[in-house]
């Protein structure tokens, strides 16, 4: 049987990940938002070990660890754009979500009494127009920075392993 690359890995885990993010959202009810988000990032996290453990199996003890990363990335980086690609669809096709948040978020600034309706007005229409711009944003740079943590911290740890 042909083992997958690093690069498939992180096709493998992304799709995952999506699939259980529809079931939490659409079978189970729970907001994207929500503690739910913890089984995603555990289910990135198991994908990028599973890489980086494959890659071990085939290293010598010689491997540096920027091959490890770089084994690694491969992996994070197609996960990220998968992210990235559902985080645009899902709230395209739930703009319902977007603009709940946008009320929640206008509503705390009516109870907080420093804003006139006029500025909360233009806050609500502000944040509508660069809602989706900021979600991708803070997606790819969650996904990129625990992906880097998680692979750099996997590789030392499983190099560190495989030198005792």
Do not use: C
Request: overall charge positive; glycine content about 4%; charged content about 15%.
């Amino acid at each position: 049987m042909k083992t997958l690359n690093a690069t498939k890995k992180g096709l493998v885990t992304g799709l995952l990940m999506i699939a259980v993010m529809l079931i939490l959202f659409y079978a189970l009810k729970l907001q994207p938002n929500s503690n739910s988000q913890y089984i995603i990032f555990a289910i990135f996290t198991i994908g990028i070990v599973w890489s980086t453990l494959a890659f071990d199996k085939t290293t010598v003890p010689q491997t540096k660890l920027k091959e490890y990363f770089s084994n690694g990335f491969k992996t994070f980086v197609v996960v990220t754009l998968l992210m990235v690609v559902y985080t645009f669809v899902f709230y395209k096709l739930n703009p319902g979500i977007r603009d709940a948040q946008i009320a929640l978020n206008s509503q705390m600034l009516q109870e907080q009494k420093t804003h006139t309706q006029q500025e909360i007005d233009a806050n609500a229409a502000q944040m509508k127009s660069i809602f989706m711009p900021m979600m991708l944003g803070i997606i790819t740079f969650i996904y990129l920075l625990l992906g880097s943590i998680i692979t750099l911290l996997s590789s030392v740890i499983i190099k560190q392993l495989k030198k005792t």
